[in-house]
C-alpha cells in the first residue's frame, strides 16, 4: 500500500489510471487521507460490500441504531452463509 499526493498524481497519471496496489490519495497540506484506488480485479471483488456501505453512510440518518445494529448482524450472517 502506498500513499500519494495529488501532485503526486499529476507528475505520474498512472498512480491513478493503472495501480498496481491499493493507494492513498493524502491531502498534502492537512496530511489527511482523502481517497483510495483500488486495482479493478480487486475492486471487483469487493464491490458489491463498497456499495453496501455507500448505501448504509448514505441513508445513515434514515436507519436507528438498533436498526443498523440489526443489519449488521444479518449481514454477518448471510456472508458465514455465503461462504
Known amino acids: 500500500m502506498m500513499t500519494i499526493s495529488a501532485s503526486d498524481i499529476i507528475k505520474k497519471p498512472s498512480y491513478i489510471t493503472r495501480p498496481?496496489?491499493?493507494?492513498?490519495?493524502?491531502?498534502?497540506?492537512?496530511?489527511?487521507?482523502r481517497s483510495v484506488v483500488l486495482p479493478y480485479e480487486l475492486y471487483e471483488r469487493v464491490r458489491e460490500k463498497i456499495e453496501d456501505e455507500v448505501y448504509m453512510m448514505?441513508?445513515?440518518?434514515?436507519?436507528?441504531?438498533?436498526s443498523y445494529d440489526e443489519f449488521?448482524?444479518?449481514?454477518?450472517?448471510?456472508?458465514?452463509?455465503v461462504k
Not at 20 to 33: C, R, S
Not at 58 to 66: D, F, I, P, R, W
Open 20 to 33: 498496481t496496489e491499493i493507494t492513498l490519495v493524502e491531502d498534502a497540506k492537512k496530511h489527511i487521507k
Open 58 to 66: 448514505n441513508n445513515k440518518q434514515a436507519l436507528s441504531k438498533k
Open 72 to 81: 449488521l448482524s444479518i449481514e454477518t450472517i448471510s456472508e458465514e452463509l
